[in-house]
């Protein structure tokens, strides 16, 4: 009989952007791919999708009948290894796979940057905490993608293991810097001008996300820089406000809002910079496409940021959502072709780490591990183990 595997989270976009690779090993190990979110994208590597009305919010009246769901769904098809990802994909897969865990089935979750964190608000302390320390006792495998993270699970959690990965994987054959004539020539379908500084943003628009920062900057670059161009990519709740605060700041024709795109690796590669804004970070992966691109990057300060970027070397990490602070950095990149240049060849060489190829090799290498060992095998091993 074939080993299954479940993949659970919130949408099911998030297997699309992050995990098709994995999925794809599973398969070729000759493992039958489940997956179960929201969302009905069509996935490969996948022979069965269950749709379920999971939301963002853990208050949502909707997760309740996610999560019945959820269990009729790993009750009735017996999975050997159930791995979930982001915070509510990861909340439901564990609460419902209890009675199947004592039963031998194996729970992995990838915290994706806990929503607890140094600068964190109060309330997702108070609401995410105590929630994850709980679900942490019926985690076999805790994966953790910063340092940050790691140490605090090794403090205040609980899980049966605990591994720590270099993020989701950045594909470096995909994302790669081009030389300067060919940058040039690409920037021709755009309209993009050979003398304009690209900066380049790729974000859902929402508070995390924090893009009037990136506005406020151009403000403070507009006497200095008229060069400097902002690229928005994305969409979300928040695109229409910033899009107005544009117009009133009286930059609207510096910044681009481009919208959903899905031509990333060809848009970054013909830039000059990267920008960050966000307020919170587990470990971002548009600042490795970036650096995988060979672009120095300004951030604003978090831990995934930080992770990342070392200040002055590959980059600049700006505190405080000083948007002045902001824009004297980036002043700095304009001014400086050498200081770019020596940047993004650190990053180049930064990001090796942080590869598809490095990645996949850390988590297959956990997933083996589970493999080897026999779903009966592991009953009554660690079943309540934790209970």
Partial sequence: MRRKVLFCATVDYHFEAF???????????????????????????????????????????ENLQA???????????????????????????RLAARRERKKGTRVLYTAHGFHFCKGAP???????????????????????????DYAFARRRLHAGRLERVHGVGVDTERFRPLNEEKRIEARKPFGFRPEEFLLFYAAE????????????????????????????????????????????????????FLGHRKDIDVLLPLCDAAVASSR???????????????LPV?????????ELVEDGLNGFLIPDENDQRFASRLLELIRSPELCRRMGEENTRRVQLYSLRQVKEELTGIYKRYSLEDKHEAEGKYSGAYL
């Fill in 122 to 148: 109060l309330l997702n302390w108070l609401v995410y905490f105590p929630i994850e320390k709980f679900l942490s006792s019926y985690t076999d495998c805790l994966i953790t993608i910063n340092e940050e």
């Fill in 298 to 306: 300004v951030a604003s300060v978090n831990r995934g940021h930080s």
């Fill in 19 to 61: 995990h098709l690779p994995y999925l794809q090993w599973f398969r070729q190990q000759g493992w039958e791919v489940h997956v179960a979110a929201s969302g009905s994208r069509e996935l490969p590597y996948v022979d069965r999708k269950f749709e379920l009305p999971v939301q963002r919010s853990p208050f949502r009246r």
């Fill in 205 to 256: 628009f929402n508070g995390n996300k924090n893009q009037e920062l990136l506005i406020r900057a151009m403000v403070a670059l507009r006497k200095e820089a008229p060069q400097a161009r902002l690229l928005l990519a994305g969409d979300g709740p928040m695109k229409e406000a910033c899009q107005a605060a544009a117009i009133r700041l009286g930059v609207a024709d510096r910044v681009d």
């Fill in 280 to 294: 919170r970070e587990g470990l971002p992966v548009n600042i490795m496409e970036a650096m995988a691109c060979g």
């Fill in 67 to 93: 999560y019945s769901m959820l269990k009729t769904i790993i009750e009735e098809n017996g999975y050997d290894l159930i791995h979930g990802h982001t915070p509510m994909g990861g909340v439901l897969a």
